[in-house]
């Protein structure tokens, strides 16, 4: 008998373009002609959650300026080690809503798989950035304890593949993930939350909207990005493919101090969105993650400049400002909430 080991493919692209970023956040501020010391570089926050940056994102940046937006969300800083009361490595409850590896369950008729704990860039604000649990739910041991709890579950109609970022997974592993998932009658919908589309736009290829677009299951892309300086001409390509593969375009951001706290910021983001054919979908109060207090706005304060934003763009381009608590039905809205006292 003749045993073959399988074809080896070429990395796409996409891949290659991924193990070139930067991990070496010297390495980066040279780029930008920056001096760590005046940006508040800190080797031991980048030893805590390491630096990950696609080159093209740091392309986007405005070279010498240690306020730049995009950086701020990238770069390791000293504000980091401080430590904040209220802040914790699982702020909004995962461990407790793990029901079989890697699928967390906490709303009714979707449910989310932890498909991986990579991602393209690593955002210091992200709830997720004290994983080794984010690691550990998308198991090496492969999505069959996850596919049996969803094939178990019928009020299950949708599920969200996150993580990480799903699509750092490479397209054969997805394909088959998504196959298995066409195979469960009562789920109609996928939903992908990633950020890759805006990071590194090169991964929506061919190969990508070749088995998204073939797809039976409705297909809901929420992008990820948080200032109007990550959406570029590529981005706006990389919308446009996705939406030609028959998907619904959305976008989520996060209210991050220093990066997006200001009317200008906020409108120029829901604008470019809806150009680039993405409508506004939430705008995520900060999650308190161990590390990231110093992207805070106060709750009072983010009620005030939502309302300003309110007040400047049609309905359709205004993202709902929401928080999340552990143990609620939903995703809630910030504006609605009782604050005590
Ligand atoms: C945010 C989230 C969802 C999605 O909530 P939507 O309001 O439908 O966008 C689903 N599952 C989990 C665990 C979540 O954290
Ligand atoms: S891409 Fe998303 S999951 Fe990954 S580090 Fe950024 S916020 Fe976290």
Known sequence: MITRSPPRTQPAAWQRELAQGFADPRQLLATLGLEPEACGL????????????????????????????????VLPTTDELDAAPGYGPDPVGDRAAERAQGVLHKYRGRALLVATGACAVHCRYCFRREFPYAEALASAAGWS???????????????????????????????????????????????LHTRLPVVLP???????????????????????????????????????????????????SVLLRGVNDHLEALT??????????????YLHQLDRVTGAAHFAVPDSEARALFEAVRARLPGYLTPRLVFEAPGAPAKLDLLERLTPG
């Open 42 to 73: 800190s080797p031991g926050a980048h030893a805590r959650f390491r630096t990950r940056v696609p080159r093209g994102f740091v392309a986007r940046m405005r070279p010498g300026d240690p306020r730049d937006p995009l950086l701020r969300q």
């Open 145 to 191: 304890e996850a596919l049996d709890y969803l094939r178990g579950d019928p009020s299950v109609h949708e599920v969200i593949l996150s993580g990480g970022d799903p699509l750092s997974l490479a397209d054969d592993r997805l394909a088959a993930l998504v196959t298995e998932l066409e195979g469960v009658a009562h789920v109609r919908r996928l939903r």
């Open 202 to 252: 090169e991964r929506v290829d061919a190969a990508l909207t070749g088995w998204l677009g073939a797809s039976r299951l409705a297909r809901v892309v929420v992008l990820h990005a948080n200032h109007p300086n990550e959406l570029t001409a590529e981005v706006a390509r990389a919308a446009a493919a996705l939406r030609a593969a028959g998907c619904t375009l959305l976008n989520q």
């Open 268 to 281: 120029a983001l829901s604008e470019a969105l809806f150009a680039a054919g993405v409508l506004p979908y």
